[in-house]
């Protein structure tokens, strides 16, 4: 079964303040997103990257930043966090070789910025 | 550009009923389509996909997707649901080349009744 850990699991940020989300996965996926969910919306996507060293833009990427040092560590970072920001936060991997395109996601994180 | 839409923001069934769980796309071609699922305090689980062949797709925990070209819809049942069903699922498509990039859409949340 695929493993996708995030850190922290709660996190409250004050307004301006650098926030890294952190996000570790153990199945040696090429392929890793970040999403965020707001309440009584699906989750929309912020970052994605296709390996170690890649970061694309998904599509809501404004005031968020992504890296991806290694094939297991996928990090989001708000480098002036806003409470508009305030959001969960899901990490995901995925295989897409052949027929697999299947996407194993984080249980979150729920960020608050105040 | 592409979309999904569930129109029924909440459902409620008794125990032991059938289920119906409605999601419309709209996309050019014939996309990626999942139904995901998400327990409270959870990241999304994969119920079932669909890419191509048999429009009826079979998935986790007796659920079951019926695709329909025609009508641009992957709509999901059960037969007859458990209290533990009780959840958030959500609909999503990826394109055809398959990024692993999802449109979801806003999510329907199910109650079932004991």
């Known amino acids: 079964e695929a493993a996708v850990t995030q850190s922290p699991r709660n996190k409250v940020a004050v307004t301006g303040g650098k926030v890294t989300l952190s996000c570790n996965q153990t199945?040696?996926?090429?392929?890793m997103y970040w999403y965020r969910q707001d309440t009584g919306h699906g989750l929309r996507l912020i970052h994605y990257?296709?390996?170690?060293?890649?970061?694309e833009k998904g599509d809501i990427p404004d005031g968020y930043k992504a890296s991806r040092p290694s094939q297991e560590n996928f990090s989001l970072i708000l480098e002036l966090a806003t409470p508009s920001q305030t959001s969960v936060y899901f990490c995901a991997s995925g295989d897409l070789g052949g027929r697999q395109n299947t996407l194993y996601f984080g249980a979150g994180t729920r960020l608050s910025v105040l | 550009a592409q979309s999904v839409t569930q129109p029924d923001a909440r459902v409620t069934v008794s125990e032991g009923a059938s289920l119906q769980l409605r999601c419309k796309y709209s996309?050019?071609?014939?996309?990626?389509l999942f139904w995901y699922v998400q327990y409270p305090r959870q990241g999304l689980q994969l119920l079932l996909k669909y890419y191509s062949g048999d429009p009826v797709v079979q998935g986790v925990n007796s659920f079951e997707a019926e695709f329909s070209k025609s009508n641009s819809s992957f709509h999901l049942q059960k037969a007859s649901v458990h209290w533990s069903d009780s959840a958030v699922y959500f609909c999503a498509l990826s394109q055809y080349t398959n990024t692993g990039k999802l449109t979801f859409g806003d999510g329907t949340v199910l109650t079932v009744k004991p």
């Open positions: 996309y050019s071609a014939t996309p990626y």
């Open positions: 990257s296709y390996g170690a060293g890649s970061t």
């Open positions: 199945n040696n996926h090429n392929n």
